[in-house]
């Protein structure tokens, strides 16, 4: 499931992009939607993968039993669309270049799966190293 | 404040959407950007009122000193949103049709003005009791 997100990351790196890429899977595996960051690609601040992935998939009438792989711990802003949608399983590639809501959303019953991808941290380290302002921008800490 | 939000929300309501609107100020009360629910009309899931208002805004170096103007309490998504990127303040037209995480942004510090007005609450009111399923859907109590 990680490939897909991943392969979004890439993407978004190769576009000169934010490179956090994200894919909701349905209970059953189907790929509902992928997504990567667009705040540069498309200047909308409102696109993180995770929403991207969301958006993509469309109107549902619900996401009971959905799982949402993304490359990146989600942010505050994902981490509460994960909530309020009642996605059931966040799959995160890494946390260790940033960490945001997946120890409140498994106290809110969210299953949270950890990979410690060392892809995904290499993509994020360089990132941060090369972008500073760019990676400070798209986590609002301006 | 409210009237612009107040609008977008009449606005939505007209176009056979989910009748929430908000507006973004910057700290010297310019507006920055304006928006509403785009559920139905642009088959959009990701565009609630205040992240539809915040894309409006597009890129912004910082969020400090901001004032997310809305008509329904915030839910965890477009909390989520205010606290990541460090939105100062929100301004809410009611919280009686719908609470969603601002007692939750208070305790992090966010400034929240909640007013309570009559129309707001009959907005959300008639429509919530016209369109159970489309409500359900827009906050993922499918």
């Known amino acids: 499931m990680l490939a897909t997100a991943l392969a979004e990351a890439r993407t978004g790196l190769a576009e000169g992009g ?4 994200a894919a909701l899977y349905g209970p059953d595996g189907t790929l509902l939607g992928r997504g990567r960051n667009l705040r540069v690609q498309d200047g909308d601040p409102s696109l993180h993968a995770e929403t991207a992935a969301f958006r993509a998939a469309g109107r549902q009438r619900s996401y009971r039993g959905t799982t949402m792989v993304t490359t990146l711990s989600p ?6 669309l994960v909530r309020q949608f009642g996605i059931s399983r966040v799959v995160i590639g890494e946390a260790r270049t940033f960490s945001g809501g997946h120890d409140w959303l498994a106290r ?3 299953e949270i799966v950890l990979l410690d991808d060392a892809e ?14 760019l990676w400070n921008e798209d986590i609002g800490a301006g």
């Open 75 to 80: 942010c505050w802003y994902c981490s509460g």
């Open 108 to 110: 809110h019953g969210v």
């Open 120 to 133: 995904c941290v290499a993509l994020m380290r360089d990132f941060v190293r090369d972008h500073p302002a």
């Open 18 to 21: 934010v490179p956090v890429g």
